[in-house]
């Protein structure tokens, strides 16, 4: 089993849809949270960045930690084409500078 | 957040010869730097734990003498793919973690061996 899993997709949504996307991860010394945007041929970019349970916002980004559920999400709300990439969670225990485990990612299509 | 620059982009080069990558951390001390490798359509698998001034760590399975580490400076890591083969032709990637854990990345490195 790995640490995390991710639902690889292609995930395909029509522009101003919400998306969803998720991770589950068996881990439970993984205390932070983080989402990575990555086009391609291009390095990841941190979306979200989350310490313990609860939700974030940031624009049309929610992330969300349900660490009794060991699931965590990524929300974008009002999605344009240009949201249009691979998704990466990823995660990592608590201290700094720690190694990070990565999610598969999920390649997510914004339809105009 | 952290500025990371990783040169070359991308790279060609001839089976058996050796291609050494750069990883620049331009606004931030980095005492510790990574090295990722990802293939097409999968996730980015940690190679090796750049450390200054000490060895690197590799994680299990990564041969430590075909990818060379070298973290001369608080600022520079360098990553040597030594006697280079098809099967090296990957997406390389460095990153650099703050002290909050967050962790920023260089642009990539595209190496094709011929």
């Known amino acids: 089993q790995k640490e995390v899993e991710q639902d690889p997709g292609p995930l395909s949504v029509p522009e101003g849809a919400i998306v969803s996307l998720n991770c589950t991860y068996s881990n439970s010394a993984f205390q932070y949270f983080m989402w990575y945007r990555q086009y391609s041929r291009k390095g990841p970019e941190l979306l979200m960045y989350t310490y313990s349970s609860g939700n974030k916002e940031d624009g049309r980004f929610t992330a969300q930690v349900d660490k009794s559920s060991k699931y965590i999400s990524l929300f974008i709300r009002d999605s344009q084409p240009s949201d249009s990439a691979t998704y990466l969670c990823a995660m990592s225990p608590v201290s700094s500078a720690s190694k990070i485990i990565f999610g598969s990612g999920t390649r997510l299509s914004i339809r105009p | 957040g952290a500025v990371v620059s990783q040169h070359p982009s991308w790279v060609i080069c001839k089976s058996g010869t050796s291609v050494k990558i750069e990883c620049r951390s331009l606004?931030?001390?980095?005492?510790?730097m990574f090295w990722y490798r990802q293939f097409p359509k999968q996730s980015l698998m940690l190679m090796a734990t750049?450390?200054?001034?000490?060895?690197?760590?590799?994680e299990q399975g990564v041969e430590k003498d075909k990818f060379l580490i070298n973290h001369a400076s608080l600022t520079l890591s360098t990553l040597t793919v030594t006697s280079a083969h098809p099967e090296d032709s990957s997406f390389y990637i460095c990153s650099v973690s703050t002290p909050s854990t967050e962790a920023f990345f260089g642009q990539g490195t595209r190496l094709t061996v011929v």
């Open positions: 606004d931030f001390q980095a005492t510790t």
């Open positions: 750049s450390n200054e001034g000490s060895k690197a760590t590799y």
